[in-house]
Protein backbone atom coordinates (compact mmCIF):
# COMPACT_ATOMS: atom_id res chain seq x y z
CA UNK A 1 0.00 0.00 0.00
CA UNK A 2 1.17 3.29 -0.52
CA UNK A 3 2.14 5.40 2.12
CA UNK A 4 3.37 9.29 1.66
CA UNK A 5 5.07 11.00 4.25
CA UNK A 6 5.83 14.98 4.29
CA UNK A 7 8.36 16.69 6.82
CA UNK A 8 8.54 18.90 7.94
CA UNK A 9 4.92 18.77 9.67
CA UNK A 10 5.24 22.86 10.77
CA UNK A 11 7.70 25.28 9.27
CA UNK A 12 7.59 28.91 10.17
CA UNK A 13 10.40 31.05 8.75
CA UNK A 14 11.07 35.11 8.53
CA UNK A 15 9.85 36.41 5.07
CA UNK A 16 12.30 36.73 2.39
CA UNK A 17 13.85 33.23 3.07
CA UNK A 18 14.31 30.59 0.92
CA UNK A 19 12.79 27.18 1.48
CA UNK A 20 12.18 23.23 1.22
CA UNK A 21 9.18 20.84 1.94
CA UNK A 22 9.90 17.68 1.80
CA UNK A 23 7.44 14.49 0.61
CA UNK A 24 8.41 10.74 0.30
CA UNK A 25 6.60 7.71 -1.11
CA UNK A 26 7.31 4.03 -0.38
CA UNK A 27 6.21 2.76 -3.83
CA UNK A 28 7.94 4.19 -6.78
CA UNK A 29 5.61 2.75 -9.18
CA UNK A 30 3.92 6.25 -9.78
CA UNK A 31 2.31 7.89 -12.52
CA UNK A 32 2.45 11.21 -11.59
CA UNK A 33 3.44 13.66 -8.17
CA UNK A 34 1.09 16.94 -7.36
CA UNK A 35 1.72 19.37 -4.70
CA UNK A 36 -1.38 21.24 -3.38
CA UNK A 37 -2.04 24.20 -1.35
CA UNK A 38 -4.41 24.86 0.89
CA UNK A 39 -5.64 27.84 2.50
CA UNK A 40 -7.57 27.72 6.34
CA UNK A 41 -11.15 27.47 5.83
CA UNK A 42 -10.50 26.56 1.80
CA UNK A 43 -10.28 23.65 -0.74
CA UNK A 44 -7.42 22.51 -2.16
CA UNK A 45 -5.44 24.12 -4.80
CA UNK A 46 -3.08 22.55 -7.40
CA UNK A 47 0.64 23.99 -7.68
CA UNK A 48 2.31 21.76 -10.12
CA UNK A 49 1.92 18.55 -11.62
CA UNK A 50 5.06 16.41 -12.55
CA UNK A 51 5.07 13.28 -14.31
CA UNK A 52 6.58 10.30 -13.31
CA UNK A 53 9.31 11.07 -16.62
CA UNK A 54 10.39 14.52 -15.89
CA UNK A 55 12.78 15.76 -12.72
CA UNK A 56 11.14 19.08 -12.13
CA UNK A 57 8.76 21.80 -12.95
CA UNK A 58 8.48 25.44 -12.13
CA UNK A 59 5.92 27.79 -11.67
CA UNK A 60 6.61 31.32 -10.56
CA UNK A 61 8.73 31.07 -7.20
CA UNK A 62 7.59 27.05 -7.07
CA UNK A 63 10.26 24.42 -8.33
CA UNK A 64 9.16 20.76 -7.55
CA UNK A 65 11.76 18.37 -8.34
CA UNK A 66 10.90 14.37 -8.29
CA UNK A 67 13.19 11.77 -7.89
CA UNK A 68 11.14 8.70 -8.79
CA UNK A 69 13.58 5.73 -8.03
CA UNK A 70 14.47 6.73 -4.47
CA UNK A 71 10.62 7.99 -3.58
CA UNK A 72 11.31 11.61 -3.42
CA UNK A 73 9.80 15.08 -4.34
CA UNK A 74 10.70 18.42 -2.81
CA UNK A 75 9.02 21.81 -3.10
CA UNK A 76 11.29 24.69 -3.05
CA UNK A 77 10.11 28.34 -2.78
CA UNK A 78 12.11 31.12 -3.16
CA UNK A 79 12.15 34.89 -0.98
CA UNK A 80 9.28 33.50 0.77
CA UNK A 81 6.43 36.13 1.64
CA UNK A 82 3.52 36.23 4.34
CA UNK A 83 0.68 35.18 1.59
CA UNK A 84 2.68 31.88 1.25
CA UNK A 85 1.44 31.08 4.61
CA UNK A 86 -0.80 27.76 3.90
CA UNK A 87 -0.67 24.07 4.30
CA UNK A 88 0.60 22.30 1.28
CA UNK A 89 0.26 18.94 0.35
CA UNK A 90 1.49 16.19 -1.72
CA UNK A 91 -0.12 13.49 -3.77
CA UNK A 92 0.67 10.86 -5.75
CA UNK A 93 -1.73 8.72 -8.39
CA UNK A 94 -0.08 5.38 -9.49
CA UNK A 95 0.64 4.05 -12.25
CA UNK A 96 -2.26 0.95 -12.24
CA UNK A 97 -4.51 3.48 -10.83
CA UNK A 98 -7.20 6.03 -10.63
CA UNK A 99 -6.90 7.88 -7.10
CA UNK A 100 -4.81 9.96 -5.39
CA UNK A 101 -2.88 8.95 -2.24
CA UNK A 102 -2.31 12.30 -0.11
CA UNK A 103 0.34 12.88 2.46
CA UNK A 104 -0.70 14.64 5.96
CA UNK A 105 0.81 18.19 4.91
CA UNK A 106 2.93 21.05 6.03
CA UNK A 107 2.01 23.74 7.72
CA UNK A 108 3.82 27.06 6.53
CA UNK A 109 4.12 30.29 7.91
CA UNK A 110 6.06 33.27 6.86
CA UNK A 111 6.42 35.94 9.55
CA UNK A 112 6.42 39.47 8.18
CA UNK B 1 -16.82 30.22 -12.44
CA UNK B 2 -18.45 28.03 -10.17
CA UNK B 3 -16.60 25.12 -10.06
CA UNK B 4 -17.33 22.63 -7.16
CA UNK B 5 -19.79 23.88 -5.11
CA UNK B 6 -20.37 22.21 -1.47
CA UNK B 7 -23.32 22.75 1.05
CA UNK B 8 -23.10 23.32 4.17
CA UNK B 9 -20.17 24.62 4.93
CA UNK B 10 -20.74 23.85 8.28
CA UNK B 11 -22.86 21.48 10.12
CA UNK B 12 -23.43 19.74 13.57
CA UNK B 13 -25.25 16.49 14.19
CA UNK B 14 -26.67 14.20 17.63
CA UNK B 15 -25.31 10.90 17.07
CA UNK B 16 -27.52 8.61 15.31
CA UNK B 17 -29.08 11.48 12.96
CA UNK B 18 -28.56 11.36 9.09
CA UNK B 19 -27.46 13.80 6.56
CA UNK B 20 -26.71 14.91 3.27
CA UNK B 21 -23.58 16.54 1.91
CA UNK B 22 -24.07 18.19 -1.15
CA UNK B 23 -22.04 19.05 -3.78
CA UNK B 24 -22.43 20.36 -7.39
CA UNK B 25 -19.58 20.95 -10.50
CA UNK B 26 -20.44 22.89 -13.93
CA UNK B 27 -17.10 22.13 -15.34
CA UNK B 28 -18.71 18.80 -16.90
CA UNK B 29 -16.13 16.43 -15.24
CA UNK B 30 -16.79 12.95 -15.58
CA UNK B 31 -14.76 11.89 -12.19
CA UNK B 32 -16.10 12.83 -8.72
CA UNK B 33 -14.75 12.29 -5.32
CA UNK B 34 -15.43 12.89 -2.05
CA UNK B 35 -12.36 13.36 0.83
CA UNK B 36 -12.67 13.42 5.05
CA UNK B 37 -9.73 15.10 6.50
CA UNK B 38 -9.16 14.69 10.29
CA UNK B 39 -6.62 17.06 12.12
CA UNK B 40 -3.28 16.42 10.96
CA UNK B 41 -3.83 13.59 8.28
CA UNK B 42 -3.64 13.84 4.82
CA UNK B 43 -7.26 13.57 2.79
CA UNK B 44 -8.41 10.06 2.78
CA UNK B 45 -11.26 8.58 -0.09
CA UNK B 46 -14.43 7.89 0.81
CA UNK B 47 -15.84 7.29 -2.42
CA UNK B 48 -15.08 7.91 -6.24
CA UNK B 49 -17.51 8.01 -9.30
CA UNK B 50 -16.17 7.94 -12.99
CA UNK B 51 -19.88 8.74 -14.50
CA UNK B 52 -23.43 8.77 -14.28
CA UNK B 53 -24.45 5.63 -12.39
CA UNK B 54 -20.95 4.51 -11.43
CA UNK B 55 -19.63 4.74 -8.16
CA UNK B 56 -16.85 2.68 -6.03
CA UNK B 57 -15.45 2.43 -2.49
CA UNK B 58 -12.46 4.15 -1.57
CA UNK B 59 -10.64 3.83 1.52
CA UNK B 60 -12.74 4.76 4.44
CA UNK B 61 -16.13 3.81 3.06
CA UNK B 62 -18.23 2.48 6.20
CA UNK B 63 -21.05 4.89 7.46
CA UNK B 64 -21.45 6.58 4.26
CA UNK B 65 -23.40 6.17 0.80
CA UNK B 66 -23.67 7.99 -2.19
CA UNK B 67 -25.28 8.39 -5.79
CA UNK B 68 -24.45 9.87 -9.21
CA UNK B 69 -27.88 10.25 -11.39
CA UNK B 70 -26.16 13.32 -13.25
CA UNK B 71 -22.74 14.96 -14.53
CA UNK B 72 -23.19 17.74 -11.89
CA UNK B 73 -24.25 15.87 -8.34
CA UNK B 74 -22.53 14.09 -6.08
CA UNK B 75 -24.16 13.72 -2.77
CA UNK B 76 -22.70 11.58 -0.13
CA UNK B 77 -25.16 10.30 2.40
CA UNK B 78 -24.13 9.80 6.72
CA UNK B 79 -26.55 7.53 7.74
CA UNK B 80 -26.53 7.01 11.97
CA UNK B 81 -23.96 9.99 12.34
CA UNK B 82 -21.39 8.56 15.20
CA UNK B 83 -18.36 10.59 16.56
CA UNK B 84 -15.79 9.25 14.09
CA UNK B 85 -17.15 10.72 11.43
CA UNK B 86 -16.54 14.44 12.73
CA UNK B 87 -14.04 15.71 10.35
CA UNK B 88 -13.99 18.17 7.37
CA UNK B 89 -15.28 17.08 4.13
CA UNK B 90 -14.25 17.49 0.81
CA UNK B 91 -15.80 17.03 -2.90
CA UNK B 92 -13.58 17.19 -5.82
CA UNK B 93 -14.27 16.89 -9.46
CA UNK B 94 -11.60 16.39 -12.79
CA UNK B 95 -11.45 15.52 -16.16
CA UNK B 96 -8.72 12.88 -15.95
CA UNK B 97 -8.33 9.73 -13.74
CA UNK B 98 -4.96 10.10 -13.74
CA UNK B 99 -4.58 13.77 -11.24
CA UNK B 100 -5.55 16.39 -13.80
CA UNK B 101 -7.72 19.09 -13.95
CA UNK B 102 -8.08 18.83 -9.90
CA UNK B 103 -10.97 21.08 -8.58
CA UNK B 104 -12.20 20.84 -4.70
CA UNK B 105 -15.17 22.61 -3.08
CA UNK B 106 -14.83 23.67 0.10
CA UNK B 107 -15.55 21.74 2.64
CA UNK B 108 -17.69 21.32 4.86
CA UNK B 109 -16.88 21.09 8.48
CA UNK B 110 -19.00 18.23 10.60
CA UNK B 111 -19.23 17.85 13.72
CA UNK B 112 -21.21 14.90 15.80
CA UNK B 113 -22.19 15.31 19.38
Known amino acids: KQEVTQIPAALSVPEGENLVLNCSFT??????LQWFRQDPGKGLTSLLLIQSSQREQTSGRLNASLDKSSGRSTLYIAASQPGDSATYLCAVIMEYGNKLVFGAGTILRVKS | NAGVTQTPKFRILKIGQSMTLQCTQD?????MYWYRQDPGMGLKLIYY???????DKGEVPNGYNVSRSTTEDFPLRLELAAPSQTSVYFCASSYSPKGYGYTFGSGTRLTVV
Open chain 1, 27 to 32: DSAIYN
Open chain 2, 49 to 55: SVGAGIT
Open chain 2, 27 to 31: MNHNY
